[in-house]
Each structure stands twice: as C-alpha cells, then as structure tokens.
C-alpha cells in the first residue's frame, strides 16, 4: 500500500472554496483504531457549518471534514478485535480533524459497526449522522408513543426523511413540511400529511402536536412553540435554534437540542432496521472526493432530498 493518499484539506476557515483536494500522508490508525479505505462519505449540513467558521471552537485547522464514513478495514490498531482487515464498516467519526473525506482515515473502531449487508457501501456511507439524530431525537428525547402527533420541519432532508420512517415506526401520526415534489417521496416513507412550506404557513393547518423536530432554525423555532399542545416538546436540530428553553418554558412547553454523538452500539439498531427492510436512506447524488467544494455549495442550498455522498 502506498503512503500517501488523496483528501480533503482544509487551512481556512470560509466558503466551499476552502476545501482543497490534496495529497498527504496516509494516516496511522493509533489504540484502538482501525485504518479504513474509504468507500462512501456522507456530507451534512453540519459540515458546512464547520467550515465556515460559525463554531470555530470546535475545528482545529489544518484538518479534513467528514463524519459519516463507510468503508473496508485496512489495518487494526493496537487493542482492536472487533474487526479485522477485510472486514466491511460503517459510523460516525468524531471530530478530530482526521474526517472522512479521504480515501483513508483512522477511525475509533468503538464508533463502528459492521455495514447493513443489503446495502453497497456508498449507501452506507449516508446512513449514520442522520439515523443517530433521527433515533435520539424521536426515541431517546421525545419517548414517541403510539397515537403521538409530531411534527418535522424539512422533512424530506437528510435527517428529515430518517425521522419520518423512525416516527412512523414508533407508531406516531407524522406531519412534514416540504416542498410539494417531495410529498410523494415522503408518502412513501410514511408520512401522514404534508405542507408545503413555500406557499403556506404550517400554523394556519396543523392542529396540536406532542413533539415538533425543527430541523431548519431561525423563525422556525419561535413559531413551532404555537403548534405544541401543553406540555409539548420542541426539538431543535440546527446551529440557529430560534428559540430555547426559558421561552418554550413561559408558553408551559419544553424545549432541547438534540446531538449525534457517535456510537457503533446504537447503529446497530440502526443496521437491523435497514436489513429488516424497515428503513432506508436516499442518495440524491454522489460526487466524487475532488468535487467535495461542489457538493458543500449543493448542501448550502438546502433543497437536497436525501443526502449527498462523496466517493473517493
């Protein structure tokens, strides 16, 4: 194997631009890492969000974003016997800097899991920031119960159209907003209604709901507040929430943001859901790993259906 390799490199903090496609040394998977060829990279909202700047606390530059991550093991570090080389991944990379748009990364093996066996690693490589913010939004914060009404902003997004499947499976009625193109994607993923945010105002059709997962910020969150029965919850998902907890808690309502923190324990839940025929995750498009600056312009246009992935 060579050493060195292809990635993404970033030294500034800015737009799309920033991301430069280099060649770099292949990193070394430390303790309890495994070094991963990577086949699929799924890119977020959030990345954007770091390069740019907003949360600089969080970025150490020089680095390479990217923490949806799908691939083959190369090698195993020291401590490693979950996996071994061969052996076909996917997770959710913290963010170290070493990220996953490359074709090598070193990656916590304790953040992996085995990838869903019906489905090819690019695929894979979409699945789990959104299933981990969709799971811990709906089942861990909200608790949705049979016959809850929730409601999810941007519904036929990344994380959007993973948390209209879990509500659904959860037993949930499921409202979205979305564009009218996607209704019928989003019917077929379960949706019970849908509005269409562009030419009406959700408040003015939907009637009480338990939980409301803003996935979009701003104006969204102060005006979801009106459409939460007593002692209903807001969740947010997004850098501008809008809102918060003091002004959800003066209308008698709660308010929480919900993280993906990364967790190879519950993609397993994630993988039996995906194997079982029970979930599925759109790719709109793939890129190829020089297009990463592409793809993060596609992102900040926020009319994507499904995610974007980046193949190196």
């Not at 019906?118 to 981990?132: E, F, I």
């Not at 790719?283 to 600056?293: C, F, G, K, S």
């Amino acid at each position: 194997m060579s050493a060195r390799m292809h990635a993404i490199v970033q030294t500034a903090f800015g737009g799309p631009e920033t991301l430069t496609y280099v060649e770099t040394d292949l990193p070394e998977p430390g303790p309890g890492e495994v070094l991963l060829r990577v086949a699929g990279a799924g890119v977020n909202p959030g990345d954007a969000v770091l390069r740019s700047g907003r949360v600089p606390e969080l970025v150490r530059l020089p680095w390479t974003p990217g923490n949806d991550v799908a691939g083959v093991v190369e090698r195993v570090g020291e401590g490693v016997t979950r996996f071994a080389p061969g052996d076909e991944v996917y997770g959710m990379l913290p963010v170290t800097g070493r990220g996953a748009y490359a074709e090598f990364t070193a990656a916590p093996a304790d953040a992996l899991t085995p990838a869903p066996k019906n489905l090819d690693l690019v695929h894979a490589g979409a699945v789990p920031l959104v299933a981990v913010t969709a799971w811990q939004a709906l089942a861990v914060l909200a608790r949705v119960r049979p016959g809850d009404r929730v409601l999810i902003h941007a519904a036929a997004g990344g994380v959007g159209h993973v948390a209209v499947q879990l509500a659904r499976e959860l037993g949930a009625y499921v409202i979205g907003t979305a564009r009218t193109a996607n209704h019928e994607f989003l019917r077929g993923l379960g949706a019970d209604e849908l509005i269409d945010h562009t030419t009406t105002d959700f408040r003015t059709v939907v009637t009480p709901v338990d939980t409301v997962l803003d996935l979009v910020g701003g104006s969204y969150g102060p005006r979801s507040l009106e459409v939460l029965r007593p002692d209903g919850l807001l969740i947010g998902a997004s850098i501008d929430p809008g809102t918060d907890e003091q002004q959800a808690a003066a209308r008698g309502l709660r308010y929480t943001w919900v993280t993906a923190e990364p967790s190879g324990a519950l993609l397993k839940q994630v993988t039996e859901r995906i194997e079982a025929g029970r979930l599925r995750v759109s790719v709109q498009r793939t890129y190829p790993l020089a297009e990463a600056a592409e793809a993060h312009r596609t992102i900040e246009g926020k009319r994507t259906t499904g995610k974007l992935v980046l193949v190196p």
